[in-house]
C-alpha cells in the first residue's frame, strides 16, 4: 500500500500567517492527491485535488503543490475560519490512502 | 443541492452484523461511484470501500475484505454497507462519500460527504 506521511501533526500559528503542511509518499505517485478540511461535527470538505486544482467555492488563499514525492497543501494567510483537522489522499493506486492529518490551531 | 445522508449506525457485540444506508438526492446517482469512508475515535480518515455507478465493479479495503459488503439501489439512491463478523476495531464514524467523476470515467477522490453514521463494536 502507498503510505502518505503527513507532518506536522499539529501546527499552531497566528491569524495571516502562511502555513505549510506536507505529505510524503512512500513511492512514486501520479499527480493524483487531493486535500481535505474537516471541522468536528462536519463533513469533510474537498479543497484541493489534481494536486494544484482548486475545488470550486475554495478560497484562493489556499493552493497545492508538489516537489517529487513531496506534497503540499499551503494557506496564504490563516484565517480563524481554517482552524480544523485537515488530510492528503492519494489516488494513484487502490487502496486509497489518507494522511494522518494536521491539525491547525490559532495561537 | 448535493446531499448525503448516513443512516444505520448503532452499538453492536464483537461478531455481530449492521447495516449502514446512505440516502442520495440533488444529483444523478446512478452517474456516480460511492465510498464509504470511516474516522475511528481520535484518529484519522480510512477509506473502507468503493462501487462504481453501475454498482458492477466493487473494492475494499484489506482490514474489511470478505466482512463486508458494498451495494447500491440505483432506483432508490441509496448506497449501502454490511457490516459482518464487526470487531472492536470497526468502532468508527463512517462517512459516504461522492466521487466527482461521471460514469463512466470516475475520479477516485470525493467532492461530498455526509455527516457519517457512528458504529461502536463493545461487548
Known amino acids: 500500500d502507498i503510505q502518505m506521511t503527513q507532518s506536522p501533526s499539529t501546527l499552531s500559528a497566528s491569524v495571516g500567517d502562511r502555513v505549510t503542511i506536507t505529505c510524503r509518499a512512500n513511492q512514486k505517485i501520479s499527480s493524483w492527491v487531493a486535500w481535505y478540511q474537516h471541522k468536528p461535527g462536519k463533513a469533510p470538505k474537498l479543497l484541493i485535488y489534481d494536486v494544484y486544482t482548486l475545488e470550486s467555492g475554495v478560497p484562493s488563499r489556499f493552493s497545492g503543490s508538489e516537489t517529487g514525492t513531496e506534497f503540499a497543501l499551503t494557506i496564504s494567510s490563516l484565517q480563524p475560519d481554517d482552524i480544523a483537522t485537515y488530510y492528503c489522499?492519494?489516488?494513484?493506486?487502490?487502496?486509497?490512502?489518507f494522511g494522518q492529518g494536521t491539525k491547525v490551531e490559532v495561537k | 443541492e448535493v446531499q448525503l445522508v448516513e443512516s444505520g449506525g448503532d452499538l453492536s457485540q464483537p461478531g455481530g452484523s449492521l447495516r449502514l444506508s446512505c440516502a442520495a438526492s440533488?444529483?444523478?446517482?446512478?452517474?456516480?461511484?460511492m465510498s464509504w469512508v470511516r474516522q475511528a475515535p481520535g484518529k484519522g480518515l480510512e477509506w473502507v470501500s468503493s462501487?462504481?455507478?453501475?454498482?458492477?465493479?466493487?473494492h475494499y479495503a484489506d482490514s474489511v475484505k470478505g466482512r463486508f459488503t458494498i451495494s447500491r439501489d440505483n432506483s432508490n439512491n441509496t448506497l449501502y454497507l454490511k457490516m459482518s463478523s464487526l470487531r472492536a476495531e470497526d468502532t468508527a464514524l463512517y462517512f459516504c462519500?461522492?466521487?466527482?467523476?461521471?460514469?463512466?470515467?470516475?475520479?477516485?477522490?470525493?467532492?461530498?460527504w455526509g455527516l457519517g453514521a457512528p458504529v461502536t463494536v463493545s461487548s
Open positions: 489522499q492519494q489516488y494513484d493506486t487502490y487502496p486509497w490512502t
Open positions: 462519500a461522492r466521487d466527482p467523476g461521471a460514469a463512466p470515467q470516475p475520479r477516485y477522490f470525493f467532492d461530498y
Open positions: 440533488g444529483f444523478t446517482f446512478s452517474n456516480h461511484a
Open positions: 462501487i462504481s455507478g453501475s454498482g458492477g465493479s466493487v
